[in-house]
């Protein structure tokens, strides 16, 4: 009964993840501006493997494989967010300016 | 089963991230698909390690993610300041000067002349320090 129930949590939690990874890397490949690329590719990035991270703990054989992962997840967690910060600081810094208004013109790039 | 299936999901989203670091038009497309491309990276290295029964892949996941962030940053830095190790002189001095300028600026212009000396000292101080910190 608990193994059912631990492989069935870690299978919707897979499932969401790949979702969210594949998602994402279509929103890089297809979205218009710079900036949106960034949304899709941060958030999705930091949900997508996190919950992957989450899936595999669940499935974890010992302690310290669980210990390895919750690090892993722990530094994801904390590092994706702030790498995607400092591209979107330095873009801005560089120059990129977001699509804005109903016609989405091109965001110049001074 | 299932990390096989996560693991095809994770390919086809490192394909695609390629695909954007290919043809990304700025440089900072090129970035971010490289720091999207390492975290789906970690996650397929854990994956992989589950798939092969070997767990010890996860270490190599591990160091991969902080080698990953510390990559993105100095990439960041390099191409902002064309030098990993001179920009430590130049934020040196403005980012510590540059808050306690603007507090007192602020304080002194608040009470007096409405807020409009203090906002135009809040307006510059975020471009310089920007400038030097990014």
Known sequence: MLEFVRDALSIILFGLGAIAIVTGAIGIVRFPDFYTRLHAAGVTDTAGAELIVFGMMLQAPSWLVFAKLAFISFFLFMTSPVATHAVAHAAWVGGVRPMLGESLERGDVE | ?134
């Open chain 2, 1 to 134: 089963m299932m990390y096989a299936t996560a693991a095809a999901a994770v390919i086809i989203a490192m394909a695609l991230a390629l695909v954007r670091a290919f043809a990304g038009p700025t440089l900072y497309d090129r970035v971010l698909a490289g720091n999207s491309f390492g975290t789906k990276t970690v996650v397929l290295l854990g994956v992989f390690g589950y798939l092969t029964n070997r767990p010890d892949f996860l270490d190599i996941a591990l160091l991969y993610a902080l080698i990953n962030f510390a990559a993105t940053i100095a990439i960041l830095k390099f191409f902002r300041y064309r030098t990993l190790t001179a920009a430590m002189d130049v934020l040196d001095e403005p980012a510590f000067a540059e808050p306690v300028a603007e507090k007192t600026s602020m304080a002194g212009g608040a009470p007096s002349g409405g807020g409009a000396p203090g906002r135009g000292g809040a307006k510059t101080g975020p471009t310089s320090k920007g400038g030097a910190n990014a």
